[in-house]
């Protein structure tokens, strides 16, 4: 979507290396969420930012970390992937109120 | 716990039905509630409803909210195989942290030629 970009589109991965998924916005929106999205359980939150360096836990953080050194990014850390960490991860942002814009979405495989 | 249920989970009709999708919500709080589709890629948003009993519509869909019935609709009428897609209704609750919005599992729709 305009104004928000997910990087890598893609990726493989090893089981125990860590991965970084990067969310870039030109919104200038404060609030950013990362959410991962599994068959049988629909989008769920991990982690969400409300401004710089302001982050908060969700549903399923375990194993992830995050962080938020400007406003436009947002980066998702898997410290040491697992294969249950095998997901789509959508970045998605909003202004406070509800309108929420995704991203195009990550496909991360954990071999 | 706050959750969101949609029924049916998948639905298969043919171009020119009309489908209704339901979306019943048990949440602390209750602002307003959201309807996404989402084709290959991102959720893109429908509709958001805040005011029970009050229709929003875009072209050939609909939605309502009923507050009494904990629950609300999107209709699609006369569909198109452009139609298929997952369906996800997002229900917001006031207060907490801006990232509560509860997501359903969404209701996969194919409509055949």
């Known amino acids: 979507d305009a104004g928000i970009t997910q990087s890598p589109r893609h990726k493989v991965t090893e089981t125990g290396t860590p991965v970084t998924l990067r969310c870039h916005q030109t919104?200038?929106?404060?609030?950013m969420y990362w959410y991962r999205q599994d068959p049988g359980h629909g989008l769920r939150l991990i982690h969400y930012s409300y401004g710089v360096k302001d982050t908060d836990k969700g549903e399923v953080s375990d194993g992830y970390s995050v962080s938020r050194s400007k406003t436009e990014d947002f980066l998702l850390t898997l410290e040491s992937a697992t294969s249950s960490q095998t997901s789509v991860y959508f970045c998605?942002?909003?202004?406070?109120?509800?309108?929420?814009?995704f991203g195009s979405g990550t496909r991360l495989t954990v071999v | 716990e706050d959750k969101v249920v949609q029924s049916p989970l998948s639905l298969v009709v043919h171009e020119g039905d009309t489908v209704t999708l339901n979306c019943s919500y048990e949440v602390t709080n209750f602002r307003s509630l959201l309807w996404y589709k989402q084709e290959k890629k991102a959720p893109t948003f429908l509709f958001m409803l805040?005011?029970?009993?009050i229709e929003k519509k875009s072209g050939r869909l609909s939605s309502i909210l009923d507050k009494k019935e904990l629950s609300s609709i999107l209709n699609i009428t006369a569909t198109q195989t452009g139609d298929s897609a997952i369906y996800l209704c997002?229900?917001?609750?006031?207060?907490?942290?801006?990232?509560?919005?509860?997501f359903g599992k969404g209701t996969k729709l194919s409509v055949k030629p």
């Open positions: 998605a942002i909003s202004e406070g109120s509800y309108g929420y814009t």
């Open positions: 805040t005011s029970s009993g």
């Open positions: 997002a229900a917001v609750p006031y207060g907490g942290s801006q990232g509560n919005l509860i």
């Open positions: 919104e200038n929106h404060r609030y």
